[in-house]
Structures are given as C-alpha cells and as structure tokens.
C-alpha cells in the first residue's frame, strides 16, 4: 500500500521559515516525480513545486526564489523548504507522488496545515 506522510507544517510569522516532509512508500518514490500543492482556503489546489527522480524541478511563480524542493533518495523522502513566508502562502500543503511508469497513476498525501500569520 502506497503511503505519503507529510509533516512540518505550523504557525510561522511573515518573513519566517518553514520546512515540509513528505516521507513517501519506497515502492513508489524512485518512479514518480515528487510534488508539493497547496489549497487556501475558498480558493482551488494548485502547484507549488514538483521534482522529478533525475532531479528536474519546476515552481509556481509564486514561490519561484522563496521555496526550494528537495529528495533524499536513500529516505525516500522529499522536502520543501519554504523561506520569506507570506500571508498569501497560507494554504493546506499536500504531498504528491505521480507515477513515471503507470500511467494516470498519482498519490497524496492527507496535507499539512501552514498558517503564515503575525
């Protein structure tokens, strides 16, 4: 069974830091490109940054300068460092796995909460 279980979330001031876990199945993990999207409240999910296992990363231009995306192969495990918080940047956070080798074939996580906010 495919698990993805995110961690890191919280209650940071503006300008803060922050830094998201997702540790993920290692069935899954060495085949998919690894994700991070975020829900605000009222608003729909959408990309924060992505990283493929050959390490290819791609950022919302929100976050673009702020946020870093990062895997540790040998945990299994991807990390979004998340610097210079916003208000804006409150949002649910959900880890994504998406399958390089099974097609239409994706995971998530159950989110982690991050409350940017003085």
């Known amino acids: 069974q495919v698990q993805l279980v995110e961690s890191g979330g919280g209650l940071v001031q503006p300008g803060g830091s922050l830094r998201l876990s997702c540790a993920a199945s290692?069935?899954?993990?060495?085949?998919?490109?690894m994700g991070w999207y975020r829900q605000a409240p009222g608003k729909q999910r959408e990309l924060a940054a992505t990283?493929?296992?050959?390490?290819?990363?791609n950022y919302a231009d929100s976050v673009k300068g702020r946020f870093t995306i990062s895997r540790d192969n040998a945990k299994n495990t991807v990390y979004l460092q998340m610097n210079d918080l916003k208000t804006e940047d409150t949002a649910v956070y959900y880890c994504?796995?998406?399958?390089?080798?099974?097609?239409?074939?994706?995971?998530w996580g159950e989110g982690t909460l991050v409350t940017v906010s003085s």
């Open positions: 990283m493929t296992p050959g390490g290819r990363t």
């Open positions: 994504n796995a998406r399958s390089l080798v099974k097609t239409a074939t994706e995971y």
């Open positions: 290692r069935s899954i993990f060495s085949v998919s490109a």
